[in-house]
């Protein structure tokens, strides 16, 4: 059981970030997976460099086709365990990038706002 402190802590997280413990079952699995969006790119695991180094040859004799359209494999260039895989990814909207450097400048500039307000006041 959750303290009173706690508890509102808890519950102003979830209006932020959204409960994940609850699950609406009425969406299903399949409409969820048809609206993501993914990139152009995939990641192949081998359990070793020797059976990668053969799907790598393999392809480049018989090209893989998925879904009408080729596929090409090329060995990483690291190893898959130093890959922070939580944060790769590419995003769909092109000004994503824009819109992050902003507001982590906002974000900068309303820590020294409030700061230099605390401090010297």
């Known amino acids: 059981k959750m303290g009173k402190f706690r508890g509102t802590c808890y ?3 979830s209006a932020i970030f959204g409960n994940s413990e ?3 079952h009425d969406i299903r699995i399949e409409q969820i997976l048809n609206e993501m969006t993914s990139s152009a790119h995939a990641f192949c695991v081998f359990a070793s460099e020797e059976l990668r180094d053969e799907a790598v040859d393999r392809a480049k004799r018989s090209p893989v086709v998925f879904r009408g359209h080729g596929l090409e494999l090329l060995p990483s260039k690291c190893e898959p365990d130093s890959v922070s895989w939580e944060n ?3 995003l769909s909207s092109p000004g994503h990038k824009a819109r992050a450097v902003f507001r982590g400048i906002g974000i900068v500039m309303l820590a020294l706002f409030t700061w230099t307000v605390l401090f010297y006041a």
């Open 22 to 24: 609850v699950l609406d």
């Open 11 to 13: 519950k102003l997280e």
């Open 88 to 90: 790769w990814g590419y």
